[in-house]
């Protein structure tokens, strides 16, 4: 009985150390694998956030400086605004959606105003430093840099 003790366990140590050998690689391989997935999700999502959050403040700059010298004479660059903040809702950050909420509300506001000359538009550029974007901008990249060291800190 004693010599098929030992038999039987030389047995199963031989057998669990092959086991274990032979799952060794396929569970590395899938810890690295799910690394590289989730690594290029998270680029994709920062390229689609760096993407949608750059229309807006092109589309939002053309859009303010026409409302600062001319009359809304065509609704469809509102609706394109609104149509963006609404894409930033889909994952933005409250922050960032706030931001880009309170843009478009701005413009609105903007349109319903006395139009300006362009000597007008200079002088409050320069003296006040106006930037309607600028929260947003800031909004955006502090998120932005959020994603990115919480991509880091996993791989990590």
């Known amino acids: 009985m ?27 391989n899938f810890v690295l694998q799910r ?14 956030r760096e993407e949608l959050y750059s229309e807006f403040i092109r589309q939002g700059t053309t859009c303010y400086a026409k409302a600062l010298s001319q009359n809304l004479e065509n609704i469809d ?21 706030e931001a880009a909420e309170a843009f478009v509300t701005k413009l609105v506001e903007r349109y319903g105003e006395k139009n300006m000359s362009l ?14 974007l600028n929260d947003f901008a800031l909004k955006c ?10 991509a880091t800190w996993r791989r990590g």
């Open 119 to 132: 000597d007008q538009i200079k002088s409050v550029a320069l003296e006040q430093h106006a930037d309607p």
């Open 77 to 97: 660059e509102i609706v394109v605004m609104y149509a963006l903040v609404n894409r930033i809702r889909l994952f933005a950050s409250v922050s960032v959606l």
């Open 141 to 150: 990249r502090a998120e932005l840099r959020e994603v990115y060291e919480r």
């Open 35 to 48: 690394s590289l997935t989730q690594r290029e999700l998270t680029n994709r999502e920062i390229a689609q």
């Open 2 to 28: 004693n010599y098929m003790d030992s038999t039987l366990t030389s047995v199963l140590a031989a057998l669990g150390g092959s086991v274990i050998g032979a799952t060794t690689p396929v569970f590395s």
